[in-house]
């Protein structure tokens, strides 16, 4: 018996046991069984399974791509970053954990592999990252076997598109100055962005005493406050400043920092401390009216448990390549949603990870806003190792993808040349 004839004869018993009810056919009439029998079915979902799992790595590992092959010709593409250098045999690992089980069936799944590996370190780091590619690989699955974009697998959307702030790349310039800040800020404009982000902690910076201890100098201090000035003088107050400390200070900097830039009237200050002591997180957030976001280096949602409950942070960021794919993004930013704290994603993907972040951004009421590069614009590779229909940006928003799946898939032939050669390439 095919899928298709069983569902046809389970709705029709269905129908039968209404009308002995004397209210089904009524309620739901014909409209049921015809909009069930429309739903693509050229996958056969019922006897998809698994066959094989299989990767590649580019920017020395620090971007996992992982591609879940099945026995119907159709695969899925997932992405990891950051926690991933030297993830090779892991990736193996759960695939192993995996192989010949059906996709569709996505939270037990990511259950099986997570809990599977409690004793090898499935409670953060690269254990959850490599879960990460693996589980939005399965979405992306389950979604062109049903011939569904992800973020209707997910509940449906709340938005068509999805607004970015751009990350400026200014941490890559040698030039630090306040009139270089403004420029890339207003370039950004120009490109239709209405969210700007910006890096202020600077290793070399000069007013710096001593690389270990983390209490940011005055002059650091005014170094800040002026690259960040200038920005906010270039743009004008309608569009939103972000700032990124990369979790290089201590409580006493971030507190001085977050009180300085009132002024500044900023989205959010980002990662002032290290990710570790969520009552840190707190004393911040107490000090002063900046917004405190935090989460990118948080992973699963018990990592963003202790955050929310305290109240250490005003806005959430979840890295979704990192924190637990995209079911358990979407049950972190529910979590935040009952603290109402808004869902504001880091990314630093590709733009897969871009596209398969929107699908949740698009699915949960309290996004905020998502991380965008403007490496997409300058780096020809970035275009290169994926395949995918239309802009990627449109006036500062990601328009979201309509097709089945994620929308943007894995360029193997591109992404080759970009690959460390001592690691193994989808094979
Ligand atoms: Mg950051």
New binding site residues.
Partial sequence: MTFNSSRRSFLTKSALAGVFAGSALSSFGQGLETAVERTPMSSKPSDLKITDIRCGYIRNGHSLFVKLHTNQGIWGCGEAVDATPGTYHLVKMMGQRIKGKSPLNVHRLFEDVRRSGFFEGAQAGMYVSVLSAVETALWDLVGKALGLPVYQLLGGKFRDRIRVYCDTGTYRDNDKSPDNFAKSATDAVKMGFNAVKY?IDERDDPNKYDLYNWTASPGELERMYNQIAAVRKAVGPKIDICV????RYDVTTGRRVAKMMEPLNLLFL??PIPAENAEAYRQIREASNTPICAG??HYLGHGFRRLLEIGAVDII?PDLQKAGGLGEAQRIANLANLYYVPFAP?M?ASYLGAMASSHVCASVPNFLIL?WQIYFHEDPMFKEIVTFDGPMVKDGFIPLSEKPGIGVEINEEGMKKYAPKDVPFFV
């Fill in positions: 890096d990124d400390m990369h979790g980002e990662e990118e280096n960021m880091h630093v991380e």
